[in-house]
Nanobody, 126 residues
Framework: VKLVESGGGSVQAGGSLTLSCAAQGYSGNRYRMGWFRQTPGKGREGIATISTDGNVRYADSVKGRFTISRDNGKDSVKLQMSGLKPEDTAMYYC?????????????????????WGQGTQVTVAS
């Protein structure tokens, strides 16, 4: 499975960015796809996830500011980020796990994902 991310960059505090993640070479008809972020010296934080049926879950740190959405026709997910804060600065990773038949429950626990993108940097200046 290959996850191709795009859309990172630099923005002023209060600004917006949209990240995209396209899945290639997967096997399955259901998925759990999510976004994680990591800063140097810290563990990876799950911030948003979505399942095939549209169920979503957000970390408290981004709730109300970030929106995850899916495009089943394009096998991709987006993360729309608004009201960005300097503390949102991190490397952002797309993650996924694909299934046959069962509908996965959205979770922000990284151990429930087995495919990862290369990461895209988001920098928010104060």
């Amino acid at each position: 499975v290959k996850l191709v991310e795009s859309g990172g960059g630099s923005v002023q505090a209060g600004g917006s960015l949209t990240l995209s993640c396209a899945a290639q070479g997967y096997s399955g008809n259901r998925y759990r796809m999510g976004w994680f972020r990591q800063t140097p010296g810290k563990g990876r934080e799950g911030i948003a996830t979505i399942s095939t049926d549209g169920n979503v879950r957000y970390a408290d740190s981004v709730k109300g500011r970030f929106t995850i959405s899916r495009d089943n026709g394009k096998d991709s997910v987006k993360l729309q980020m608004s009201g960005l804060k300097p503390e949102d600065t991190a490397m952002y990773y797309c993650a996924a796990r694909f299934f046959w038949g069962i509908m996965p429950i959205p979770t922000l626990d990284e151990k429930h994902y087995d495919s990862w993108g290369q990461g895209t940097q988001v920098t928010v200046a104060s």
